[in-house]
């Protein structure tokens, strides 16, 4: 890499703080509307019912955030994130069993265990009687699994379509594990029938209005740190890492250690989205989170945008409403337009409608002028070696090429 | 620049997770007694004031369950139809909102939820499978609603708002367990799908076998949809059994039963009692699979009654020749009737009233007449055991002397004291 090269690059990054800071308030003020939107807006205008729907699309949104980190800037499709979310989401699901059961029961064995089990609580439920344990173990739970999935599949340099394979499996078999253990899981009937929330009672709308903001909250967080991590460097390595993960490692990172810490993200993510979602939706079974509901979950993300901010939300927010508008009138007619609008998003504008206005702008610009500037651009997209998934007409994209990041970032490593 | 700009970001968070703290919450449990009830928030939005009136269908029109449930929604729609052509209910006309359950259980509670606070409902009916219903269950309790639910299950449930116009265990598995007896079977062999229909009834059919010098050779489980049977019916063959019990769902039955076939098993060398196959699945499976084997249900196209002959004559008016009736189409057929009679005696459409009146309303349904039993929601129903015949309905061999008391927990057989 000559000086000259790099010289060069800080240049870029000259320009591109400058844009940084120009764009600053307005991605402030798009982050203040959208704040306005969740926590004030929707509170006020819509019918408890269509909150606590609103509610579980959000928890769905808060899954698309860390799939678009995972696959969108760092190339792992994960056809399971499932996993991820039915850990969250059955942790909490056995801390409310066991809390209702106190409460209520005084048995202190939850009833479907009096029904089907043995009428005893086994001993690994127990930790989950603890409120603390269990708001820990909905993050670390799903973190520590990913993170030996992770060092155990990256250090290996399984990718591609080895790894959607993989984590696709796993989804298969939690599912099929948690339908097995009737006993102890609820097998295929989940678990249901919630009472309480940390001492609140679910039937109160005041309450169920509180866990809507909680939600919302944790979706503007997750959006917010995600942001925040795109724009860093690391976010800059990790795009490198997608686009070119041989040179990377030439550089001296070790891309594995970079794919896993996002797709721990990814999973603690997904978890605390589980977890949101059992006391908003009152239930979680098997179905909710095997093969189709993790596939389900990239949809929106794909069809969004999947290596844009918002991209992965939007997409997310937008399948679940349409989904839940459209599925009462044509039930089965969803099915097969959800699966064409992909079909045609993966086929046609492979960066999400996130992308529209880039490839139109582009396509009106070739119209335009066929000269100079025209020709000019064209390597520079073509040079990508993968197609670039990252609007490049996004003012803060355009200087950031992932692999010119890469120098700069490098200097610090070596000795 | 980079801590300053993730302060940028992270100060309306800050605010807004302030803001959403001071927008307050709602009620602690501090009395567990009160908590559970309906509270005063879940106030009923039902509108009675018009000539018309709303009632909800919750089947899976898409999905796995669609092929089945969808025979329910036919059935139920028929009742409508029927009930408002005879003048509706207390004067008004039914007005049906149907939603898809779409064979996920998180999706049943989602619509319930919808049919009873966004379409106000006065009932809900529909269901199909046991983890939809307990999936629906909590939310028709904590809003103080209806579900009427159609369909034979395990046993061990009852809830106000419930009321369960299928078999329970003892309607339709120990009449058939009575059966097998009566037929000198010694030998039984267990097999079903991985959930808790077919685990809890096993767990009965155990307890009985024990009680009654029966000998349960086998009991083998495969996961919903499983389609490879051939290490089953092998080792079902090798057993010697007298008779299989199968507790079977969906396209499972399929593959079990060509399986079955192939091995060179046959209803005279060893019969297959099936709790899960009506008239409607014969013709999937295969009649030559399937002719001569036996099931266990309440009610059979082929019955005898004047109640029956003009169900599956109007049945077939509306929706073809070819179309056939089975016990859970029946039985939702029966519920909306039955839910008209309470209604029509509490003088109201009042969730509270309605419950208050259920108890000994009667119906003169296909399967005969059924009672509702208010002490546990479900009703009284025949057990008959049928044989599948040449032209693919089924004919009753055995049939209970008298309509049987529902009893969901077993309370009343000695037997089955250490089930629940």
């Given amino acids: ?415 | 620049m980079k801590v300053q700009s993730i302060k940028g970001a992270f100060i309306p968070v800050a605010v807004t997770a302030l803001a959403a703290v001071l927008t307050g919450c709602g009620s602690q449990i501090s009395d567990p007694a009160a908590a559970g009830q309906p509270s005063g928030g879940t106030e009923s939005c039902v509108d009675t004031s018009g000539d018309s009136i709303k009632v909800g269908f919750l089947n899976s029109l898409s999905g796995t369950m669609a092929i089945s449930e969808t025979t329910v929604f036919d059935s139920l729609s028929l009742a409508a139809e029927e009930i408002n052509a005879d003048g509706g209910v207390l004067g008004k006309q039914l007005e049906v909102i149907s939603e898809d359950g779409a064979s996920e259980p998180t999706k049943f509670a989602e619509r319930a939820g919808k049919l009873i606070q966004q379409d106000c409902t006065a009932a809900v009916f529909g269901g199909w499978t046991s983890s939809s219903r307990k999936a629906m269950l909590p939310v028709f309790e904590s809003n103080d609603a209806l579900l009427f639910y159609p369909v034979q299950y395990e046993g061990l449930e009852s809830s106000e708002n419930i009321f369960y116009t299928g078999a329970t265990t003892n309607q339709q598995i120990i009449p058939a367990l009575d059966y097998l007896a009566e037929q000198g079977t010694k030998t039984i062999f267990l097999v079903g799908s991985d959930y808790v229909f077919p685990r809890t009834a096993n767990k009965i059919i155990n307890a009985y076998a024990e009680a009654h010098g029966m000998e349960i050779v086998g009991e083998e489980y495969t996961p919903l949809g499983s389609t490879e049977f051939s290490t089953i019916v092998n080792k079902v063959r090798d057993s010697g059994a007298d008779a299989v019990f199968n507790t079977l769902n969906g396209d499972s039955n399929v593959a079990f039963f060509r399986q079955y076939t192939s091995v060179g098993l046959t209803p005279d060398t060893m019969p297959v009692v099936s709790v899960s196959i009506a008239e409607e699945e014969v013709p999937g499976i295969g009649l030559e699979n399937i002719e001569g084997q036996l099931t266990a249900w309440d009610y059979y196209q082929t019955l005898d009654t004047p109640a029956n002959t003009a169900f599956v004559s109007a049945f077939k008016d509306k929706y073809g020749a070819d179309r056939v009736t089975s016990d859970p189409m029946e039985a939702a057929y029966t519920s909306l009737y039955l839910w008209k009679e309470m209604v029509e005696k509490a003088g109201s459409f009042d969730v509270d009233k309605v419950q208050e009146a259920a108890d000994g309303v009667s119906f003169e349904a296909p399967e005969g007449t059924v009672t509702v039993n208010g002490d546990n929601n479900h009703i009284t129903k025949t057990p008959r055991i049928g044989k599948i015949t040449s032209d693919g309905l089924i004919e009753t061999v055995w049939e209970a002397p008298e309509a049987v008391e529902p009893d969901p927990y077993l309370e009343n057989y000695d037997w089955a004291s250490g089930l629940s």
């Fill in chain 1, 1 to 415: 890499m000559s000086t000259d090269t790099i010289r060069r690059t800080t240049g870029g990054f000259a320009a591109r703080l400058t844009s940084v800071r120009q764009s600053r308030t307005g991605v402030l003020a798009g982050f203040a509307a959208a704040a306005v939107l969740l926590l004030v807006a929707a509170p006020a205008l819509l019918p408890v019912f269509s909150l606590g729907l609103l509610g579980k699309f959000l928890c769905f949104a808060i899954v698309a955030v860390g799939i678009g980190l995972a696959w969108g800037r760092g190339g792992m499709l994960t056809l399971g994130q499932g996993v991820f979310f039915g850990l969250g989401a059955y942790i909490m699901a056995m801390h409310m069993k066991l809390a209702d059961a106190a409460l209520f029961g005084g048995s202190g064995v939850p009833d479907f265990m009096a029904l089907y089990g043995t009428g005893t609580v086994p001993g690994w439920w127990e930790p989950f009687r603890s409120p603390v344990v269990t708001v820990l173990a909905v993050v670390l739970v799903p973190g520590v699994v990913a993170l030996i999935l992770g060092l155990a599949i990256f250090k290996r340099r399984v990718k591609g379509a080895y790894f959607a394979i993989l984590s696709q499996a796993l989804a298969a078999a939690f599912a099929v594990l948690l339908i097995g253990q009737q006993a102890t899981t609820g097998g295929s009937n989940g678990l249901s029938g919630f009472r309480s929330f940390f001492g609140f009672d679910l039937a109160d709308p005041a309450n169920k209005r509180m866990l809507y903001l909680l939600t919302a909250v944790v979706l503007l967080a997750v959006v917010a740190a995600a942001r925040q991590l795109m724009h860093s460097r690391f976010g800059e390595l990790l795009v490198a890492v997608r686009d070119q993960e041989e040179r990377v490692r030439f550089l001296g990172y070790d891309p594995a250690t970079v794919k896993t810490v996002v797709y721990v993200l990814a999973a603690v993510m997904a978890g605390v989205a589980g977890a949101l979602f059992v006391p908003l939706v009152g239930i979680i079974s098997p179905a909710d989170v095997g093969v189709t509901p993790s596939i389900a979950f990239l949809i929106g993300v794909a069809i969004g945008g999947r290596s844009t901010v918002l991209g992965p939300v939007l997409g997310a927010l937008g399948v679940a409403i349409a989904q839940t508008s459209l599925a009462s009138s044509f039930p089965s007619f969803w099915v097969y337009f959800q699966g064409l609008l992909f079909v045609l998003v993966i086929g046609f504008l492979p960066g999400g409608l996130a992308s529209l206005p880039a490839v139109l702008g582009r396509l009106r610009r070739k119209r335009n002028d066929d000269g100079g500037a025209a020709r000019a651009s064209a390597p520079a997209t073509s040079a990508a070696p993968v197609p670039p998934a990252v609007p490049r007409a996004h003012p803060i994209h355009a200087a950031a090429s992932p692999l010119a990041a890469v120098p700069a970032a490098a200097k610090e490593h070596r000795p």
